[in-house]
Nanobody, 123 residues
Framework: QVQLVESGGGLVQAGGSLRLSCAAS????????MGWFRQAPGKEREFVAA????????YYADSVKGRFTISRDNAKNTVYLQMNSLAPEDTAVYYC????????????????WGQGTQVTVSS
């Protein structure tokens, strides 16, 4: 059974930083593209960042480029999202996901999803 478990969310002031983690089990982790998505209240879920299994290639939404960094540790079956210079508009539930398709910004490309972790940025 595949499980993705996010952690690291919380409340932070604008300009602050958080590091999200997503621990995976039940899958051949280094074979999967790992992605982070987020969903703000009243909005659709949107792509944030993704990383290939080899970790040699990363992808970012324009809204987070230069502020967020995705990384992975295949020995620990874990993917991370370092979030710096956080702003109130980054407030959302953040989800990690695992997939095999190179259509990395498309939700349907990801087969497995975590339950999400709340990030709240106060102004």
């Amino acid at each position: 059974q595949v499980q993705l478990v996010e952690s690291g969310g919380g409340l932070v002031q604008a300009g602050g930083s958080l590091r999200l983690s997503c621990a995976a089990s039940g899958l051949t982790f280094n074979s999967y593209i790992m992605g982070w998505f987020r969903q703000a209240p009243g909005k659709e879920r949107e792509f944030v960042a993704a990383i290939r299994g080899s970790a040699l290639r990363t992808y970012y939404a324009d809204s987070v480029k230069g502020r967020f960094t995705i990384s992975r540790d295949n020995a620990k079956n874990t993917v991370y999202l370092q979030m710096n210079s956080l702003a109130p508009e980054d407030t959302a539930v953040y989800y990690c996901a695992a997939g095999l398709s190179l259509a990395i910004a498309t939700m349907s490309s990801y087969r497995y999803w975590g339950q999400g972790t709340q990030v709240t940025v106060s102004s």
